[in-house]
């Protein structure tokens, strides 16, 4: 599988998780990644991104400054440093990758990309 995620699992309110995404078959460095969730019965959301030409990150508002996106070009991963968890933050995230994509059109709800991970679940609880 070209993309294939890990990191996740339970963490507390409050807690902290690091994702990871090595790519296998092709060059991460040149491409715009970006992570995604998806929550049962919601629809899914961008989380960060980042551009593969000029190292722009895009947040969405609801995720400022409680996620990081990095990209380690030594591994070929694309990493998602996350704290301050809430229950809210629920749901099966995955990565993306696609080529030459600028950042404005990765962060989107309904995009469709040249790689997609198939995720790996993040449960925030008590």
């Known amino acids: 599988l070209p993309l294939v995620e890990s990191g996740g699992g339970l963490v507390q309110p409050g807690g902290s998780l690091t994702l990871s995404c090595p790519a296998s078959g092709f060059s991460l460095d040149e491409y715009t990644v970006g992570w995604f969730r998806q929550a049962p019965g919601k629809e899914r959301e961008p989380v960060a991104c980042l551009s593969g030409e000029n190292g722009e990150t895009l947040y969405p508002d609801s995720m400022k400054g409680r996620v990081t996106i990095s990209r380690d070009n030594a591994k070929n991963t694309v990493n998602l440093q996350m704290d301050s968890l809430k229950p809210e933050d629920t749901a099966v995230y995955h990565c993306?990758?696609?080529?030459?994509?600028?950042?404005?059109?990765?962060?989107?709800?309904?995009?469709?990309?040249?790689?997609w991970g198939q995720g790996t679940q993040v449960t925030v609880s008590s």
């Open positions: 993306a990758a696609d080529y030459a994509r600028d950042v404005q059109f990765m962060c989107i709800k309904n995009g469709v990309y040249d790689y």
